[in-house]
Protein backbone atom coordinates (compact mmCIF):
# COMPACT_ATOMS: atom_id res chain seq x y z
CA UNK A 1 0.00 0.00 0.00
CA UNK A 2 2.84 2.37 0.58
CA UNK A 3 3.87 2.40 -3.03
CA UNK A 4 0.76 2.86 -4.66
CA UNK A 5 0.75 7.00 -3.81
CA UNK A 6 4.00 6.90 -6.00
CA UNK A 7 2.51 4.67 -8.66
CA UNK A 8 -0.26 7.52 -8.73
CA UNK A 9 2.21 10.71 -8.51
CA UNK A 10 4.29 8.61 -11.53
CA UNK A 11 0.94 8.50 -13.86
CA UNK A 12 -0.24 12.06 -12.56
CA UNK A 13 3.28 13.28 -14.07
CA UNK A 14 2.72 11.46 -17.27
CA UNK A 15 -0.38 12.15 -18.00
CA UNK A 16 0.46 15.88 -17.62
CA UNK A 17 3.55 15.78 -20.21
CA UNK A 18 1.46 14.02 -22.89
CA UNK A 19 -1.62 16.24 -22.09
CA UNK A 20 1.55 19.19 -22.97
CA UNK A 21 2.72 17.31 -25.22
CA UNK A 22 -0.38 16.79 -27.01
CA UNK A 23 -1.63 20.73 -26.57
CA UNK A 24 1.49 22.25 -28.02
CA UNK A 25 1.31 19.50 -31.57
CA UNK A 26 -2.27 21.36 -31.61
CA UNK A 27 -0.58 24.76 -31.48
CA UNK A 28 1.92 24.04 -33.72
CA UNK A 29 -0.68 22.28 -36.56
CA UNK A 30 -2.94 25.44 -35.65
CA UNK A 31 0.14 28.02 -36.54
CA UNK A 32 0.66 25.89 -39.76
CA UNK A 33 -2.64 25.83 -40.63
CA UNK A 34 -2.97 29.51 -40.35
CA UNK A 35 0.07 30.46 -41.77
CA UNK A 36 -0.83 28.18 -45.39
CA UNK A 37 -4.28 29.73 -45.50
CA UNK A 38 -2.21 33.57 -45.06
CA UNK A 39 -0.18 32.77 -48.10
CA UNK A 40 -2.82 31.05 -49.63
CA UNK A 41 -4.53 34.54 -49.38
CA UNK A 42 -1.09 36.61 -50.46
CA UNK A 43 -1.10 33.94 -53.14
CA UNK A 44 -4.75 34.62 -54.41
CA UNK A 45 -5.01 30.26 -53.89
CA UNK A 46 -7.65 28.42 -52.67
CA UNK A 47 -6.70 26.93 -49.06
CA UNK A 48 -8.26 23.44 -47.83
CA UNK A 49 -7.27 22.20 -44.97
CA UNK A 50 -9.71 19.20 -44.94
CA UNK A 51 -8.21 15.75 -45.39
CA UNK A 52 -8.89 14.69 -49.05
CA UNK A 53 -8.34 10.57 -49.97
CA UNK A 54 -8.36 11.60 -53.50
CA UNK A 55 -4.60 12.75 -54.02
CA UNK A 56 -3.62 9.30 -53.63
CA UNK A 57 -5.23 8.48 -57.00
CA UNK A 58 -5.06 12.00 -58.69
CA UNK A 59 -1.41 12.55 -57.82
CA UNK A 60 -0.12 9.06 -58.18
CA UNK A 61 1.96 10.03 -60.76
CA UNK A 62 4.32 11.49 -58.03
CA UNK A 63 6.20 9.22 -56.37
CA UNK A 64 5.83 11.32 -53.24
CA UNK A 65 2.15 10.26 -53.34
CA UNK A 66 2.24 6.91 -53.15
CA UNK A 67 4.68 6.47 -49.64
CA UNK A 68 3.33 5.15 -46.72
CA UNK A 69 -0.43 4.13 -45.64
CA UNK A 70 -3.63 5.56 -45.16
CA UNK A 71 -2.42 8.46 -47.26
CA UNK A 72 -4.63 11.56 -47.51
CA UNK A 73 -3.58 15.12 -48.20
CA UNK A 74 -4.39 18.11 -45.80
CA UNK A 75 -3.63 21.63 -45.90
CA UNK A 76 -3.45 21.84 -49.10
CA UNK A 77 -3.26 25.03 -51.74
CA UNK A 78 -4.43 25.58 -55.13
CA UNK A 79 -4.24 28.06 -57.30
CA UNK A 80 -2.73 28.91 -61.07
CA UNK A 81 1.21 28.95 -60.43
CA UNK A 82 3.31 30.18 -63.63
CA UNK A 83 5.00 26.72 -63.58
CA UNK A 84 5.60 24.74 -66.45
CA UNK A 85 3.58 21.29 -66.78
CA UNK A 86 6.11 18.19 -65.93
CA UNK A 87 3.85 15.03 -65.88
CA UNK A 88 0.27 14.86 -66.36
CA UNK A 89 0.31 18.61 -66.52
CA UNK A 90 1.12 19.32 -62.62
CA UNK A 91 4.58 20.02 -61.42
CA UNK A 92 5.68 18.43 -57.80
CA UNK A 93 7.92 20.23 -55.82
CA UNK A 94 9.66 18.25 -53.06
CA UNK A 95 12.58 17.95 -51.48
CA UNK A 96 11.98 14.27 -50.68
CA UNK A 97 11.84 14.18 -47.40
CA UNK A 98 9.40 16.32 -45.27
CA UNK A 99 6.83 18.82 -45.69
CA UNK A 100 7.65 22.46 -45.91
CA UNK A 101 6.63 25.19 -43.46
CA UNK A 102 4.98 28.22 -45.11
CA UNK A 103 8.17 30.12 -45.25
CA UNK A 104 10.03 27.31 -47.00
CA UNK A 105 6.95 27.24 -49.46
CA UNK A 106 7.35 30.63 -50.57
CA UNK A 107 11.13 30.25 -50.84
CA UNK A 108 11.23 27.35 -53.00
CA UNK A 109 7.86 29.16 -54.92
CA UNK A 110 10.07 31.96 -56.42
CA UNK A 111 13.03 29.76 -56.95
CA UNK A 112 10.69 27.82 -59.21
CA UNK A 113 9.02 30.48 -61.00
CA UNK A 114 12.20 32.02 -61.80
CA UNK A 115 13.67 28.78 -63.23
CA UNK A 116 10.82 28.10 -65.47
CA UNK A 117 10.46 31.96 -66.41
CA UNK A 118 14.08 31.21 -67.80
CA UNK A 119 12.90 27.80 -70.07
CA UNK A 120 13.22 28.45 -73.86
CA UNK A 121 9.27 29.24 -75.05
CA UNK A 122 9.65 26.42 -77.59
CA UNK A 123 10.37 24.01 -74.58
CA UNK A 124 7.42 24.31 -72.66
CA UNK A 125 5.04 24.47 -75.25
CA UNK A 126 6.20 21.15 -76.73
CA UNK A 127 5.83 20.38 -72.50
CA UNK A 128 2.70 21.74 -72.78
CA UNK A 129 1.56 19.55 -75.55
CA UNK A 130 2.73 16.27 -74.08
CA UNK A 131 0.59 17.43 -70.74
Known amino acids: MAGLPIILI ?3 VLAIVIAVVVYL ?8 RE ?10 WRFDPSRDQSHDDEY ?13 AYNT ?3 DPPTVDIEAG ?4 SDGRHRW ?21 HVTAELQSRG
Open 10 to 12: VVA
Open 25 to 32: SYLAAKRR
Open 35 to 44: ALAALAGELG
Open 60 to 72: AHFEIFRRGHSRA
Open 77 to 79: LAG
Open 90 to 93: RCCL
Open 101 to 121: SPEELRATLSWVIEFFDRWPD
